[in-house]
Nanobody
Framework: QVQLVESGGGLVQAGGSLRLSCAASGRTFSAYAMGWFRQAPGKEREFVATISWSGGSTSYADSVKGRFTISRDNAKKTVDLQMNSLKPDDTAVYYC???????????????WGPGTQVTVSS
């Protein structure tokens, strides 16, 4: 079992930066791949980034590649999402998730946090 809680969301102007953090509880955090997803109003939840259990492999959605960076600290049981050059289209609720595979597929993630709101003003 893994419990996840996101933090770091807020309101930022376009072009600005935010750093989201996801804190995990449970002894097996380091065994899981971690992902970030987001959901804008009226839209499906979509993949943002994923990182393998070791941190050695990462993958990003094309829409955020070059602007967002995912990282993890297994000792602290945290996974972060550094978001730079934010755009109004990045406005969404951001969720972290844990799963057995380093994948973009939402259904492969077993544990989810409650989400944190990110709003980017133009």
């Amino acid at each position: 079992q893994v419990q996840l809680v996101e933090s770091g969301g807020g309101l930022v102007q376009a072009g600005g930066s935010l750093r989201l953090s996801c804190a995990a509880s449970g002894r097996t955090f380091s065994a899981y791949a971690m992902g970030w997803f987001r959901q804008a109003p009226g839209k499906e939840r979509e993949f943002v980034a994923t990182i393998s259990w070791s941190g050695g492999s990462t993958s990003y959605a094309d829409s955020v590649k070059g602007r967002f960076t995912i990282s993890r600290d297994n000792a602290k049981k945290t996974v972060d999402l550094q978001m730079n050059s934010l755009k109004p289209d990045d406005t969404a609720v951001y969720y972290c998730a844990a799963g057995e595979l380093t994948t973009r597929a939402r259904y492969e993630y077993k544990y989810w946090g409650p989400g944190t709101q990110v709003t980017v003003s133009s």
